[in-house]
């Protein structure tokens, strides 16, 4: 059904399917409505993406390691669909490759400290990190705790990204 909306009925869909959406918390002024503010961190739950789950994965959710039995053979299958899905929405050539790295964005940026092999001093004394005031602070944590030079790009007057300082910066580590 999600295919023939459009993007205002796309959105209203997945919002009038947020778990939790009008769920009401304690506080010192009385009962509110609770406002979801951390989708960086973690988003809601969506109802349709739940009850997929249920009843199209989980029966069939195994080791993706396991390709002696049909579990095992369809998990593989679903995460094999999901890297292509992936690949194509983010317009991927063949060269390219998306790694799947566990528990969201600091398991991401750990994998990528890995792979830069930043342990290792005479890479990690040549790397320079750049990271602006918008970064979430799992990734900035894994950075500075590897001992890597990291810059912080200022925000300009308008709150975005200041691009002159930016150029500046890469010119200047060039």
């Known amino acids: 059904i999600i295919h ?3 993007k205002s009925q796309l959105l209203q869909y997945i919002d009038s399917n947020i778990i939790g959406k009008n769920i009401r918390v304690n506080t010192p002024w009385g009962s ?6 951390d989708y960086t961190a973690s988003g ?3 109802t349709f993406v739940e009850h997929y789950m249920l009843n199209h994965v989980l029966p069939y959710y195994a080791n993706t390691h396991s390709d002696n039995n049909a579990c ?8 094999e669909g999901a890297r292509a899905l992936i690949k194509r929405y983010v317009n991927a050539i063949d060269d ?3 790694i799947f790295t566990g528990s969201g964005s600091t398991a991401a940026i750990n994998k990528l400290v890995d792979v830069l092999q930043l342990k290792n001093e005479e890479v990690r004394s040549k790397t320079v990190v750049f990271i602006s005031t918008f970064e979430h602070h799992s ?3 894994p950075w500075v705790e590897t001992g890597v030079e990291v810059i912080r790009i200022p925000n300009n007057k308008q709150g975005l990204i200041d691009e002159v300082f ?9």
């Open 72 to 79: 095992g053979i369809q998990t593989t299958k679903f995460r």
């Open 4 to 6: 023939y909306l459009d």
């Open 32 to 37: 509110r409505k609770m406002i979801y503010a």
């Open 166 to 174: 930016l150029k500046k910066e890469l010119k200047y580590y060039h």
């Open 44 to 46: 809601r739950g969506l």
């Open 96 to 98: 390219d490759a998306v």
């Open 139 to 141: 990734n900035i944590l």
